[in-house]
């Protein structure tokens, strides 16, 4: 009995377990990246240097390399280099084929019921396949590494039922600002939150994604989806695994929050807080030096669809550059077989290889001093893309599109 | 007796130490960025036992542990919040960089006070104003691993995560 998250640790641990609980549980799966694997590797080290020094399951163990890939400068290709030679050390295969969050449940590695831990805040994500997931950092990754285990204190859940339908231009990006504006950036902190209703019932793996991604910037420790058969389609092929389907189960919950999506416009997350939202009709007219389409949180090939669909035998407005980053290799290859990356490089864009992309401000479409962005990112935070000065607007793949077409942050209704 | 830096509401990660500066496990390099993007003068003028004090949600956004890492290399002896984002709480609890939850000590307070903290006991007494806080108790759980010094040494100290 109980919100998915306890019907989850009760499952793994083989008895009811309550909120406000601190619980010590197996981990399914521990995941790190090219820039919090270094200090996780030392913490690992440290922990393990009276023993035999090795991680608690190879196979269930997983480097991605997404943050600065291909390297860009001389100190990530050493970083990398090292993480490289433990991962020999320790026989874990790395991955380099996309964006953590996106090739951990392509290649079928999240499966409901799972809990998995990884060394990324958005690591939240994969609660849209119904898995308990969460961010920590690299000193609880390589506690996990070395004992396959770690501690939760079981959070109190926040319900956020979704109903209607969206509106014509209106995207499941333009709800999940719906919902930071509502909860706040810090609503949610310590908390679950379970998506249900309608129209999370409709919504495609794709959508959910994008939904618990943004758990995070609610300060939740994880978004969640009961599993169904949408979550069943989406995992065949993906896993011959056996996984059940936990629903919440006479649930209490700390609060219950309704979105009426039809009520819904697209909308903008103005810098530097993500809660700072507004209709796009309201923003004024707000010019725009780079709009970069990609990322966890809306890198996937219906988000490629919707904005090479707007584009398609279009030009970018000539004061506008464009950067696209598919979200993994199996997208990439997808959108470059349907001709979505035809249809930007045609435009003028920049596309980019898989991985996070210009997202942490690293390479492929820094900013500089005073210039403005406008992405399909989750943080609008000061300075994250480049010089302090510049700054971040947040929208939804359409908007964006909308957006590189005219210079200026554009309503996606006026082109669609 | 230590001097209070303090910072506002929802101070994320990225500000505390940005991702062009990241890319290191050189704490000492951390340390020279920190929080470079508020207050430019920090890391220069920060000394060994100052006390950071910030309004909510301190430390949010990315799970990157270079942000206390880097708070920890300046010396700072304790962060004082009226609340903090749950992976950088976990991750400063993890590295031994103590952090306290106490509102009326941020709302009574001002940047450049003098302060005394007592970590055992979680009193504060603001020098400058006389003033005596207490800061919420900590979870069992994570007073252990404070305890200990951290998440490494509680598990060399128990034997196992339990």
Redesign the interface.
């Given at each position: 009995m109980g919100t998915l998250t306890e019907e989850i640790f009760s499952y793994k641990l083989g008895r009811t377990v309550e909120q406000a609980e601190t619980i010590v549980v197996d981990v399914d799966r521990v995941m790190s990246h090219d820039t919090t694997t270094p200090l996780a590797i030392q913490a690992f080290r440290k922990l393990t240097e009276h023993d035999g020094g090795r991680v608690f399951n190879p196979r269930r163990s997983h480097i991605v390399f997404d943050h600065i890939v291909p390297a860009a400068t001389i100190a990530a290709a050493t970083l990398q280099r090292d993480i490289r030679s433990f991962a020999q050390e320790q026989d874990i295969s790395i991955l380099q084929e996309g964006i953590c969050h996106q090739v951990m449940p392509e290649r079928g590695y999240v499966i409901p019921g799972d809990v998995i831990v990884g060394a990324d805040s958005h690591t939240c994500t994969y609660g849209a396949l119904g898995a308990f997931a969460t961010g920590m950092g690299s000193t609880d990754i390589g506690v996990a590494y070395a004992t396959g285990r770690t501690w939760f204190r079981v959070p109190r859940t926040i319900n956020i039922r979704l109903v209607g339908t969206l509106p014509f231009g209106v995207y499941a990006k333009d709800v999940t600002f719906e919902m930071v504006r509502r909860v706040g950036v810090d609503g949610a902190n310590y908390r679950a939150i379970e998506y249900s209703g309608a129209l999370i019932e409709q919504m495609s793996v794709s959508e959910r994604f994008t939904f618990c991604n943004m758990a995070i910037e609610m300060g939740g420790k994880v978004g969640l989806v009961a599993p169904d058969a949408t979550t069943q389609a989406w995992l065949r092929g993906r896993t011959d695994r056996e996984y059940p389907l936990l629903a919440p189960r006479n649930p209490r919950y700390e609060r219950v929050i309704e979105i009426d999506a039809s009520q819904l416009q697209p909308m903008i997350a103005c810098p530097p807080d993500v809660n700072n939202v507004v209709p796009v009709g309201e923003v004024g007219h707000v010019k725009i030096d780079q709009v970069f389409l990609g990322t966890c949180t809306n890198g996937r090939l219906d988000d490629l669809a919707i904005a090479a669909n707007i584009m398609r035998g279009k030009t970018i407005h000539p004061q506008t550059r464009m950067v696209v980053v598919p979200a993994s290799r199996e997208i990439y290859l997808e959108a470059m077989r349907l001709g979505y990356l035809e249809i930007f490089v045609q435009a003028g864009a920049s596309v980019g290889t898989p991985g996070c992309g210009p997202c942490i401000g690293r390479h492929n479409g820094v900013l500089a001093p005073g210039e403005r962005a406008l992405t399909t990112m989750n943080r609008n935070f000061t300075g994250r893309m480049g010089d302090p000065t510049s700054e971040i607007y947040l929208g939804s793949p359409a908007t964006v599109a909308a957006t590189a077409l005219t210079g200026y942050i554009t309503d996606p209704r006026n082109v669609l | 007796m230590s001097r209070i830096w303090m910072l506002g509401d929802?101070v994320?990660t990225?500000?505390i130490i940005?991702?062009?500066y990241?890319?290191?496990?050189d704490r000492a390099q951390l340390a020279c960025y920190c929080l470079c993007?508020v207050l430019p003068e920090f890391s220069q003028q920060v000394q060994e036992g100052d006390v950071v004090m910030a309004g909510?949600?301190f430390g949010?956004?990315?799970?990157?542990?270079?942000a206390?890492?880097a708070i920890l290399a300046c010396g700072v002896h304790v962060i004082i919040a009226r609340?903090f984002?749950?992976?950088f709480y976990?991750?400063a609890v993890?590295?031994g960089l103590p952090v306290l939850v106490c509102e009326e000590a941020v709302l009574a307070s001002a940047d450049g006070q003098q302060i005394d903290v007592d970590l055992k006991t979680g009193a504060i007494h603001n020098r400058t104003t006389g003033q005596a806080f207490q800061a919420e108790p900590l979870?069992?759980?994570v007073e252990r691993i404070v305890a200990a010094g951290?998440?490494?040494e509680y598990?060399?100290q128990e034997g196992?995560?339990?």
């Amino acid at each position: 009995m109980g919100t998915l998250t306890e019907e989850i640790f009760s499952y793994k641990l083989g008895r009811t377990v309550e909120q406000a609980e601190t619980i010590v549980v197996d981990v399914d799966r521990v995941m790190s990246h090219d820039t919090t694997t270094p200090l996780a590797i030392q913490a690992f080290r440290k922990l393990t240097e009276h023993d035999g020094g090795r991680v608690f399951n190879p196979r269930r163990s997983h480097i991605v390399f997404d943050h600065i890939v291909p390297a860009a400068t001389i100190a990530a290709a050493t970083l990398q280099r090292d993480i490289r030679s433990f991962a020999q050390e320790q026989d874990i295969s790395i991955l380099q084929e996309g964006i953590c969050h996106q090739v951990m449940p392509e290649r079928g590695y999240v499966i409901p019921g799972d809990v998995i831990v990884g060394a990324d805040s958005h690591t939240c994500t994969y609660g849209a396949l119904g898995a308990f997931a969460t961010g920590m950092g690299s000193t609880d990754i390589g506690v996990a590494y070395a004992t396959g285990r770690t501690w939760f204190r079981v959070p109190r859940t926040i319900n956020i039922r979704l109903v209607g339908t969206l509106p014509f231009g209106v995207y499941a990006k333009d709800v999940t600002f719906e919902m930071v504006r509502r909860v706040g950036v810090d609503g949610a902190n310590y908390r679950a939150i379970e998506y249900s209703g309608a129209l999370i019932e409709q919504m495609s793996v794709s959508e959910r994604f994008t939904f618990c991604n943004m758990a995070i910037e609610m300060g939740g420790k994880v978004g969640l989806v009961a599993p169904d058969a949408t979550t069943q389609a989406w995992l065949r092929g993906r896993t011959d695994r056996e996984y059940p389907l936990l629903a919440p189960r006479n649930p209490r919950y700390e609060r219950v929050i309704e979105i009426d999506a039809s009520q819904l416009q697209p909308m903008i997350a103005c810098p530097p807080d993500v809660n700072n939202v507004v209709p796009v009709g309201e923003v004024g007219h707000v010019k725009i030096d780079q709009v970069f389409l990609g990322t966890c949180t809306n890198g996937r090939l219906d988000d490629l669809a919707i904005a090479a669909n707007i584009m398609r035998g279009k030009t970018i407005h000539p004061q506008t550059r464009m950067v696209v980053v598919p979200a993994s290799r199996e997208i990439y290859l997808e959108a470059m077989r349907l001709g979505y990356l035809e249809i930007f490089v045609q435009a003028g864009a920049s596309v980019g290889t898989p991985g996070c992309g210009p997202c942490i401000g690293r390479h492929n479409g820094v900013l500089a001093p005073g210039e403005r962005a406008l992405t399909t990112m989750n943080r609008n935070f000061t300075g994250r893309m480049g010089d302090p000065t510049s700054e971040i607007y947040l929208g939804s793949p359409a908007t964006v599109a909308a957006t590189a077409l005219t210079g200026y942050i554009t309503d996606p209704r006026n082109v669609l | 007796m230590s001097r209070i830096w303090m910072l506002g509401d929802n101070v994320n990660t990225d500000v505390i130490i940005p991702g062009r500066y990241n890319v290191t496990t050189d704490r000492a390099q951390l340390a020279c960025y920190c929080l470079c993007e508020v207050l430019p003068e920090f890391s220069q003028q920060v000394q060994e036992g100052d006390v950071v004090m910030a309004g909510h949600n301190f430390g949010c956004g990315s799970s990157r542990e270079h942000a206390p890492a880097a708070i920890l290399a300046c010396g700072v002896h304790v962060i004082i919040a009226r609340s903090f984002a749950r992976i950088f709480y976990r991750n400063a609890v993890n590295i031994g960089l103590p952090v306290l939850v106490c509102e009326e000590a941020v709302l009574a307070s001002a940047d450049g006070q003098q302060i005394d903290v007592d970590l055992k006991t979680g009193a504060i007494h603001n020098r400058t104003t006389g003033q005596a806080f207490q800061a919420e108790p900590l979870d069992p759980f994570v007073e252990r691993i404070v305890a200990a010094g951290g998440i490494i040494e509680y598990i060399c100290q128990e034997g196992t995560l339990r």
